[in-house]
């Protein structure tokens, strides 16, 4: 009778590794863990580049791969120190890059602060420079890691930072990870928050936590796959999340 039991564990033990070992063709992550039924597409304007720090790779509860499947125009640079990245000297040349991260000199976005940014651009002497669409760049990690990699690089200081107003910063529905702090948006919301607004235009002041404009479908999808998320853990509690990671 016992020895029966063993073996129907084993057989359901080894099923279930077996179908982890399964990766989804479309998102290449375990089939347990797809994320393809909570993407959408959205046709951003402004170009979105997520500067990954490497500790996020591996986490699969991160939120940036269901970000970039649901951008049309988005791209992730993994590094710590990000100055002199090829792939970033890029970015930096081909757009007029913002940098999206609460430094002591981030500006909160404001509809003055679209104005004075696309008049800085256009006053720019140089033709080459003033014609360059706008692109957002964001830091993904906890906040030690983001502050890091901020501080390592010379490239992100200088680019023009940016922040969300406290009405959208602190709207996050994160659970998975552990946040305890103000301003702790999850990468997605932040990118979602800071787009609608930077695109919304006349729109500006209608722009809030539950309507984001075009990019409220993707927020409403992150719900979902944040229970979805939390579906896999039942034991463990929003109380018992620690916040000195974050
Ligand atoms: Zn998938």
Not at 61 to 86: F, H, M, P
Not at 90 to 108: D, F
Not at 140 to 158: E, I, N, P, V
Request: glycine share 4%.
């Amino acid at each position: 009778m016992m020895s029966k039991v063993y073996n129907g564990c084993f057989i359901y033990c080894a099923l279930i590794f077996f179908m982890s070992r399964i990766l989804c063709l479309t998102c290449q992550r375990p089939q347990k863990a797809c994320i393809c039924a909570f993407t959408t597409n959205i046709n951003n304007d402004i170009h979105v580049v997520i500067l990954q720090h490497p500790s996020e790779v591996s986490q699969t509860k991160g939120t940036v791969a269901l970000l970039a499947k649901s951008l049309q125009s988005c791209q992730v640079i993994v590094g710590e120190n990000l100055d002199g990245d090829a792939l970033l000297t890029e970015v930096m040349a081909q757009y007029q890059a913002i940098l999206l991260y609460p430094s002591e000199q981030a500006e909160t976005i404001s509809q003055n602060l679209l104005l004075e940014l696309a008049e800085r651009q256009k006053s720019s002497e140089n033709e080459e420079v003033n014609t360059r669409p706008l692109c957002l760049v964001i830091l993904d990690g906890t906040w030690k890691k983001a502050y890091r990699m901020f501080m390592l690089s010379k490239t992100l200081q200088q680019l023009p930072q940016v922040c969300l107003p406290e009405s959208l910063a602190n709207a996050g529905q994160y659970r998975i990870r552990k946040v305890a702090k103000k301003n702790a948006l999850s990468s997605l919301e932040a990118s979602c928050y800071a787009l609608a607004l930077l695109e919304a235009g006349s729109d500006f002041a209608n722009i809030t936590p539950e309507q984001a404009g075009k990019y409220q479908p993707l927020l409403n999808k992150f719900q979902e796959f944040n229970q979805f998320q939390l579906s896999f853990r039942p034991e463990q509690s929003n109380t018992s999340r620690k916040s000195d990671d974050s």
